[in-house]
T-cell receptor
Framework: SQQGEEDPQALSIQEGENATMNCSYK?????LQWYRQNSGRGLVHLIL???NEREKHSGRLRVTLDTSKKSSSLLITASRAADTASYFC?????????????WGAGTKLIIKP | DTAVSQTPKYLVTQMGNDKSIKCEQN?????MYWYKQDSKKFLKIMFS???????INETVPNRFSPKSPDKAHLNLHINSLELGDSAVYFC???????????????FGSGTQLSVL
């Protein structure tokens, strides 16, 4: 199956700075989702953005979706040490992906205190 | 209360053994999943199952079999374990909307399987 791609693979920034991660995908989608995974833990859902939406906010998180470019970005503002984690995007392509989410390889984010 | 719980958290076993990982969700979801995460953190869907249909990733060896005694449980049984099966296995659940759109997934905390 096709995979989403995230960049960068790893990102290290100072606490208080903004962190931006990108996700590209290959097929038309119903929605795109972002998840966080802390070390040794399961994934936690952050935001779901539907194909007819362009931007969505949740606290310090801002997600954009550009269906013409088949890409999305996740912005974390005013980063904190607790934001250190891996971040994954997942796309729902419906029947095109046999109703399975297609996952990116993740961006490892490190926030330096 | 934990929404999706899986046991054990760690599983160390010898090659050739048969083992099971249990998963339970108390969210009332209709769909459950098993994922494998390799050492590079890449997530691979193994199975998805609701009370109507089992969808198997065709690349998963038939040594792996999901077993669902009821809607809230989806256990993973693995026969004849191999070294390459070492990974972290995640159970997840979601509500599959009409038309097949995936809503957000809730994940268990993972089972780290080490095959020696």
């Amino acid at each position: 199956s096709q995979q989403g791609e995230e960049d960068p693979q790893a990102l290290s920034i100072q606490e208080g700075e903004n962190a931006t991660m990108n996700c590209s995908y290959k097929t038309s989608i119903n929605n795109l989702q972002w998840y966080r995974q802390n070390s040794g833990r399961g994934l936690v859902h952050l935001i779901l953005i539907r194909s007819n939406e362009r931007e969505k906010h949740s606290g310090r998180l801002r997600v954009t979706l550009d269906t013409s470019k088949k890409s999305s970005s996740l912005l974390i503002t005013a980063s904190r040490a607790a934001d250190t984690a891996s971040y994954f995007c997942a796309t729902d392509a419906g029947a095109d992906s046999n109703y399975q989410l297609i996952w990116g390889a993740g961006t490892k984010l490190i926030i330096k205190p | 209360d934990t929404a999706v719980s899986q046991t054990p958290k760690y599983l160390v076993t010898q090659m050739g053994n048969d083992k099971s990982i249990k998963c339970e969700q108390n969210l009332g979801h209709d769909t459950m999943y098993w994922y494998k995460q390799d050492s590079k953190k890449f997530l691979k869907i193994m199975f998805s199952y609701n009370n109507k249909e089992l969808i198997i990733n065709e690349t998963v060896p038939n040594r792996f079999s999901p077993k669902s005694p009821d809607k809230a449980h989806l256990n993973l049984h693995i026969n004849s374990l191999e070294l390459g099966d070492s990974a972290v296995y995640f159970c997840a659940s979601s509500h599959l909307r009409q038309g097949g759109t995936n809503e957000k997934l809730f994940f268990g905390s993972g089972t780290q399987l080490s095959v020696l």
